[in-house]
């Protein structure tokens, strides 16, 4: 049997991998920094559209790569550069995100070798929700203890760019990587290269389908589209989770409609 292979929905062991892909259907830059970001209302109209941007997109059924660009540097603008407590701070806001709980899988992979890869996401994509996807080596899923792949938690700015998304064989990527990376056109990032070859996500008529291939050492393009023949970028779930994260986000929420009653919108 060779190396690839898939799964459907259901986890089922994979060439002595266990996959449990938690999914079910629903209906080269260079690292950048801000030399000087706006303030006052100039600050507040850019926080506001960017923030509108983020909303209208992730869920946008037909999302294109120059989209995709777009989103991640409303992304890097509002999260990496702060621009969204720079925004809140004089509000006296403070800004909290909910996203997946990821400790208890990055615990487990540090303490355990055979896990050898898991995605976070959270975010339905082309009609089929991904919740986190996790990858071990053997026959039998292994313990992972006080881990719930729908649980929660509540995190400020810095919890949430630094939170891991991506573990591949013992090297983790950060939520704030993985907007960089999509921000700077696949800029350099070799675990996230290797993500983007080993761990295939396509989706057809039954549902998802899921391999896992270490091997594969063909170089990613920069391109993260759901491509025509039905191949889903691992990195774009993360992107859109990020954006459906930021948007749902009720802090978010009450900083936009107080942004958008400053401004007159």
Not at 218 to 224: A, C, G, K, M, S
């Amino acid at each position: 049997m060779g190396r690839r292979g898939s799964s459907r929905v259901a986890a089922i062991p994979w060439n002595r991998r266990w996959i449990r892909p938690g999914s079910k259907t629903l209906g080269n830059g260079q690292w950048c920094t801000r030399q000087k970001p706006p303030h006052g209302s100039e600050l507040d109209l850019s926080v506001y559209q960017d923030l509108r941007h983020i909303e209208d997109l992730w869920t946008k059924p037909d999302i294109t790569n120059e989209d995709l660009r777009s989103v991640s540097n409303s992304l890097r603008r509002l999260l990496v550069y702060k621009e969204l407590h720079l925004a809140a701070n004089p509000r006296n806001m403070r800004i909290v995100f909910s996203a997946p709980q990821t400790d208890p899988l990055v615990k487990a992979a540090r303490e355990n070798s055979k896990l050898e890869f898991f995605q976070s996401a959270g975010v339905a994509v082309g009609g089929v929700w991904f919740g986190s996807a996790i990858v071990n080596e053997g026959g039998e899923p292994i313990p992972i203890p006080d881990y719930h792949p729908d649980r929660m938690i509540d995190l400020e700015l810095e919890g949430f760019l630094q939170e891991k998304v991506f573990c591949f064989n013992g090297s983790f990527v950060a939520r704030g990587e993985v907007i960089e990376y999509v921000a700077d056109k696949a800029g350099a990032h070799k675990t996230l290269d290797e993500i983007r070859n080993a761990w295939t996500i396509k989706r057809d008529d039954n549902g998802p389908i899921f391999a896992f291939d270490p091997s594969n050492l063909e170089l990613p393009t920069n391109e993260f589209l759901i491509r025509s023949d039905g191949y889903i970028d691992p990195v774009l779930v993360e992107v859109l989770a990020a954006c459906k994260f930021v948007s749902e986000s009720q802090t978010v929420r009450d900083l936009a409609t107080s942004l958008g009653a400053d401004l007159g919108k």
